[in-house]
C-alpha cells in the first residue's frame, strides 16, 4: 500500500502548522470512548478517585500518566514525593500526588504517585501514559472514535504478507525499549531507522541524524526546509525543521512524498537513538489508517486500511 501526497500531504502539512504546536521559528477490556482534542490528540474519559470525567490524551510515547496541576489541586490530592521527568529537551523536577484510584471505563489502572504538570502545557486533563498499558494492547478505531484496552494478544496474529491491499490488515513487529515499542521493519530512502508509535504526538518527528540521510539522498528537491519550534507537554522547547520525505517504509505499508518535523529531542537519547535515524509516527500518520493496534504483550502493532486509501496506481 502507498500514502500518496493526494492522501497523507495535505493533512500532515496542516498539523505541521497547527496541531502539532510548531511555529515558525487487566484480563478483561474495555472500549472507551474518545475525541480528538484541538491539537488532534486522542483523549478519553477518567475518573480520578470517582471523581469525573475528565479528558485524559492517551499517550504511547509517554513513559508515565501526568495529572494537570489544576485538578490535582481541585480534587485535593495529597502531595507525593519529588520526581524526576523527561521532557523534549531533557529531564526536569516535578511534584508528584497520590491517587487512590485511577479509572478508564471499568478498568482499575495501576496508577499511584503521579506526577503534575500545569494545564496550559498539557492542553488537556492529563495523560495515560504506559505505566497504564502493561501487557495489554491498545486499539484505535479512528473511523468510530473509539479506544479499547484490553488483554495484550492478537487473535490470528499472522506475519503480513509482502503487499498490503485495500481492506488488509498489516501487522508489524516491534521490540520493547525501556517499556516503548521499536518497530523492527522501518526504513526511509532505503536505511533502516528506529520508528516509535506515539499517539500522544500531534506530528510525527524524526531525528536530525534521519534528516542528514534525507539530505544526503534527495538534497531537498522541490521543498525548503522550513524552521520551526515544537513545544513539549512539558513545557520546553526545542528548535527543529520541516523537510520532505520522498518514501517512508513501515513493514509493508509505503508513505510517499510527505512533509515530516525533524529536531534533535531529548526522547531520542533516551532510547539510546540520538545517532541513529529514527522516529516518532504521531497521530497525523496514524490516524490516515481506520485503526490502530499496539500491543505491549504481543510486541506488535497491526494497521487497519482505510477505505479512503487506494492502492497507488504504480503498486
Not at 529536531?263 to 531520542?268: E, K, N, S, W
Request: charged share 20%; aromatic share 6%; with cysteine.
Amino acid at each position: 500500500m502507498r500514502i500518496t501526497r493526494r492522501a497523507a500531504a495535505m493533512g500532515v502539512l496542516a498539523l505541521a502548522a497547527r496541531a502539532a504546536r510548531a511555529e515558525p521559528l487487566g484480563t478483561g477490556g474495555e472500549l472507551l470512548h474518545v475525541r480528538p482534542d484541538w491539537t488532534s490528540r486522542i483523549t478519553t474519559p477518567v475518573y480520578i478517585n470517582r471523581k469525573g470525567p475528565f479528558a485524559f490524551v492517551v499517550d504511547t510515547g509517554a513513559n508515565r500518566s501526568v495529572v494537570a496541576a489544576e485538578l490535582a489541586m481541585e480534587l485535593g490530592l495529597p502531595p507525593g514525593r519529588r520526581a524526576k521527568i523527561h521532557g523534549i529537551q531533557g529531564l526536569q523536577d516535578a511534584a508528584t500526588v497520590d491517587v487512590q484510584s485511577f479509572t478508564a471505563g471499568r478498568l482499575q489502572l495501576p496508577i499511584a504517585d503521579v506526577p503534575i504538570l500545569p494545564r496550559q502545557d498539557l492542553a488537556c486533563d492529563g495523560f495515560l501514559g504506559l505505566d497504564a498499558f502493561k501487557s495489554r494492547r491498545v486499539e484505535f478505531d479512528f473511523r468510530r472514535g473509539q479506544v479499547s484496552i484490553l488483554a495484550g494478544g492478537f487473535e490470528g496474529l499472522e506475519a503480513p504478507g509482502p503487499v498490503a491491499t485495500l481492506t488488509s490488515d498489516v501487522v508489524v513487529r516491534a521490540r520493547q525499549r525501556f517499556g516503548q515499542l521499536t518497530i523492527a521493519e522501518a526504513e526511509v530512502v532505503g536505511q533502516r531507522i528506529g520508528c516509535f508509535i506515539d499517539s500522544g504526538a500531534q506530528i510525527s518527528v524524526g531525528n536530525m541524524a534521519m534528516r542528514r540521510i534525507l539530505k544526503a539522498r534527495t538534497g531537498d528537491q522541490g521543498f525548503a526546509p522550513l524552521p520551526i519550534v515544537l513545544y513539549g507537554a512539558t513545557g520546553q522547547q526545542a528548535r527543529g525543521e520541516v523537510a520532505e520525505v520522498p518514501t517512508l517504509g513501515v513493514g509493508a505499508l509505503r508513505f510517499t512524498d510527505f512533509n515530516m518535523s525533524f529536531a534533535d529531542l531529548h526522547t531520542f537519547s533516551l532510547w539510546g537513538m540520538q545517532d541513529r535515524p529514527a522516529m516518532m509516527m504521531g497521530v497525523d500518520l496514524l490516524s490516515l489508517f481506520a485503526a490502530v493496534t499496539v500491543d505491549f504483550r504481543q510486541n506488535a502493532v497491526r494497521f487497519r486500511m482505510a477505505q479512503a486509501m487506494a492502492p497507488d496506481a504504480r503498486s
